[in-house]
């Protein structure tokens, strides 16, 4: 089924670039300048989208085996993801139940067992508390109860997403509205983390408006990626996640300079670079495009949080590959690929993104555009609104499939 909507979108991207069309929002669209610069706003969107809503923490390649562990901080929050021997992944929060201490400091590692550093309570990598320090000193405690608290967490498609309320009563699955079921076409279940960076960067929203936007590539990106770059983009949505591509007929394989014409071919011969081309985001703060180096597929993926302040954000980007390169010339190709990557995101769209962001917080402009051509923008700012402002009720509401379904 999966594929069959892949060939469908596809052939809609084929046929609007032979006609030279594409997919227009109905109007320009006014955001107000403030939604990218209120204090306020930006807490409470921490605190309703971030720390509450189904993120995606970190690919499947990033905890490969049984035992990896990575511990993270997202808003404030401390998480703590781990491999478990019957291959799971669990989400706890990285807080020893006697004081608090983080039991596992920021970063990865391998590991069945964890001891707090400050008193030395130890607890399995399931979260289970397993050892008191100085026991009959201390008096005696129900392990039972002092596990490390527990998130809803759910590993698909080689991603895996974690919410970090556990009381949360959204399910990840209905969240994500059957997008990871077209995301497993990507293959990230048997790939390898060739290398992983992060960045700093403008508002949260500011930097992801550049992932749902191909209307400034060969603008901003005219000494990167050309002055003849496309910038034309057709949305696909599920729920609040979109994948946006280039309408057109042509298409390049992947790692080739030769353009192949997609009218010619018939559904079974559509190669899986364009079934998957474009970039793909979940919302509220992942993209993923496809790249080629170190001879083979790869992948980018962008992971973005807030900072601690409005004008500030962090994206980590991992370049996961379909396998690990072998030559010391794959090596270096790889590098290659990524590093270009990283001047493109870093120099060209979040240095724009800063500047643009400290000329908003000046309040001389009321409102910004996002034009017809720019519908995922629009998208994306309806939901970012709607979903900080719903309740716990609203969003098992919003994302019940009954309603969903009710609503598409």
Same mark, same amino acid.
């Given at each position: 089924?999966?594929?069959?909507?892949?060939?469908?979108?596809?052939?809609?991207?084929?046929?609007?670039?032979? %006609?030279?069309?594409?997919?227009?929002?109905?109007?320009?669209?006014?955001?107000?300048?403030?939604?990218?610069?209120?204090?306020?706003?930006?807490?409470?969107?921490?605190?309703?989208?971030?720390?509450?809503?189904?993120?995606?923490?970190?690919?499947?390649?990033?905890?490969?085996?049984?035992?990896?562990?990575?511990?993270?901080?997202?808003?404030?929050?401390?998480?703590?993801?781990?491999?478990?021997?019957?291959?799971?992944?669990?989400?706890?929060?990285?807080?020893?139940?006697?004081?608090?201490?983080?039991?596992?400091?920021?970063?990865?590692?391998?590991?069945?067992?964890?001891?707090?550093?400050?008193?030395?309570?130890?607890?399995?990598?399931?979260?289970?508390?397993?050892?008191?320090?100085?026991?009959?000193?201390?008096?005696?405690?129900?392990?039972?109860?002092?596990?490390?608290?527990?998130?809803?967490?759910?590993?698909?498609?080689?991603?895996?997403?974690?919410?970090?309320?556990?009381? @949360?009563?959204?399910?990840?699955?209905?969240?994500?509205?059957?997008?990871?079921?077209?995301?497993? %076409?990507?293959?990230?279940?048997?790939?390898?983390?060739?290398?992983?960076?992060?960045?700093?960067?403008?508002?949260?929203?500011?930097?992801?408006?550049?992932?749902?936007?191909?209307?400034?590539?060969?603008?901003?990106?005219?000494?990167?990626?050309?002055?003849? +770059?496309?910038?034309?983009?057709?949305?696909? +949505?599920?729920?609040?996640?979109?994948?946006?591509?280039?309408?057109?007929?042509? %298409?390049?394989?992947?790692?080739?300079?030769?353009?192949?014409?997609?009218?010619?071919?018939?559904?079974?011969?559509?190669?899986?670079?364009?079934?998957?081309?474009?970039?793909?985001?979940?919302?509220?703060?992942?993209?993923?495009?496809?790249?080629?180096?170190?001879?083979?597929?790869?992948?980018?993926?962008?992971?973005? +949080?807030?900072?601690?302040?409005?004008?500030?954000?962090?994206?980590?980007?991992?370049?996961?590959?379909?396998?690990?390169?072998?030559?010391?010339?794959?090596?270096?190709? %790889?590098?290659?690929?990524?590093?270009?990557?990283?001047?493109?995101?870093?120099?060209?769209?979040?240095?724009?993104?800063?500047?643009?962001?400290?000329?908003?917080?000046?309040?001389?402009?009321?409102?910004?555009?996002?034009?017809?051509?720019?519908?995922?923008?629009?998208?994306?700012?309806?939901?970012?609104?709607?979903?900080?402002?719903? @309740?716990?009720?609203?969003?098992?509401?919003?994302?019940?499939?009954?309603?969903?379904?009710?609503?598409?």
């Amino acid at each position: 089924m999966s594929r069959e909507e892949l060939v469908s979108m596809t052939r809609s991207l084929v046929e609007h670039g032979a %006609a030279d069309t594409m997919n227009y929002a109905d109007e320009i669209v006014r955001i107000p300048a403030a939604s990218y610069t209120d204090p306020e706003l930006f807490e409470r969107e921490k605190r309703n989208i971030f720390r509450r809503l189904p993120l995606m923490v970190a690919p499947s390649c990033e905890l490969p085996e049984p035992g990896d562990y990575k511990a993270m901080d997202i808003c404030g929050v401390p998480l703590l993801l781990t491999r478990q021997r019957d291959g799971t992944v669990g989400a706890f929060l990285n807080m020893c139940t006697h004081r608090g201490n983080p039991v596992v400091p920021t970063g990865t590692g391998n590991g069945t067992r964890f001891a707090c550093g400050y008193h030395g309570w130890t607890f399995k990598n399931d979260g289970d508390l397993v050892g008191v320090a100085s026991p009959k000193d201390f008096g005696a405690v129900d392990k039972a109860a002092l596990c490390l608290k527990k998130f809803p967490s759910y590993e698909s498609a080689g991603l895996i997403w974690a919410t970090l309320d556990p009381d @949360s009563k959204l399910s990840i699955t209905d969240y994500l509205c059957g997008y990871d079921d077209l995301l497993a %076409a990507f293959g990230f279940d048997g790939w390898t983390l060739f290398s992983q960076r992060t960045l700093p960067g403008p508002n949260w929203k500011t930097a992801y408006d550049g992932y749902l936007d191909f209307y400034h590539l060969p603008v901003l990106h005219k000494d990167t990626f050309g002055a003849d +770059f496309y910038n034309r983009a057709n949305y696909f +949505f599920w729920g609040p996640h979109q994948r946006l591509s280039t309408p057109s007929k042509m %298409a390049t394989r992947v790692g080739s300079d030769i353009e192949e014409d997609l009218s010619q071919m018939s559904d079974e011969d559509l190669p899986e670079d364009a079934l998957l081309a474009g970039v793909w985001t979940i919302f509220p703060h992942i993209s993923i495009a496809s790249f080629y180096g170190g001879g083979q597929r790869g992948a980018m993926i962008s992971q973005l +949080f807030p900072g601690e302040n409005v004008g500030e954000s962090f994206t980590t980007q991992y370049y996961v590959m379909e396998n690990q390169p072998e030559t010391e010339e794959q090596v270096k190709s %790889a590098h290659e690929q990524f590093d270009f990557l990283e001047i493109v995101v870093r120099d060209e769209d979040y240095k724009t993104g800063k500047r643009q962001h400290e000329a908003l917080q000046s309040g001389m402009l009321d409102h910004v555009l996002f034009g017809k051509n720019e519908r995922g923008g629009q998208v994306f700012h309806q939901w970012a609104e709607k979903l900080t402002n719903a @309740s716990d009720e609203d969003l098992l509401r919003i994302f019940a499939p009954e309603h969903r379904e009710a609503a598409e």
